[in-house]
């Protein structure tokens, strides 16, 4: 059942969160139930290997690509990051060769203290680099973002120095969950159901 109000307002739910899985896939599932079958599932996970605290889109997107998947296309991984220099390139190409892309923006970012932990699902897209005051082009129809650290004071020094358990922590709840929901979402229409004995 759709709720007034929910698909508008983002999820922010705490890594710790007991069921914070199924809280995920409701709503990314939610996000991706309306997209019309023509359009192509791209996942960009945006970040860099270089900084503990900016490397949970690549982690996310390393998890994502041992699925092996056929329903999305995966962008950003510890092999091959997509970040600040390449951003603008990789976003061409996703428009130049996925006809109809309907991108997920994943990436990490500051907040507040009391906010470090939450994964935040949500419409419209990432900006990344805003944390570090860095102009780059925005990411996604719909974002999950990891709250890596505390912001608005020596950011660069912040996320170098963030708990990689958290990084990692998060990148695995996020990994699992959005390859849940896409499952949940292309299944009926792509899968051909088991056949019985």
Known sequence: MK???MKETPLKVPYTEPNITGLLVNRITYLLGGIPTDRRIVVVCVGTDRSTGDSL???VGTSLSKFRSPFFDLYGTLEE???AMNLDETLQDINKYIRKPFVIGIDAC????A???CIQVGLG??????GVNKDLPPVGDIHITGIVNVGGFMEYFVLQNTRLHLVMRMADIISHSLFSSIMKCVRPATIPAATQD
């Open 125 to 130: 897209p990432v900006r990344p680099g805003a």
């Open 115 to 117: 906010s470090v932990g």
């Open 110 to 113: 500051l907040g507040q203290a």
């Open 3 to 5: 709720l007034p109000g």
């Open 81 to 83: 990051p997509v970040h």
């Open 57 to 59: 889109g690549p982690l």
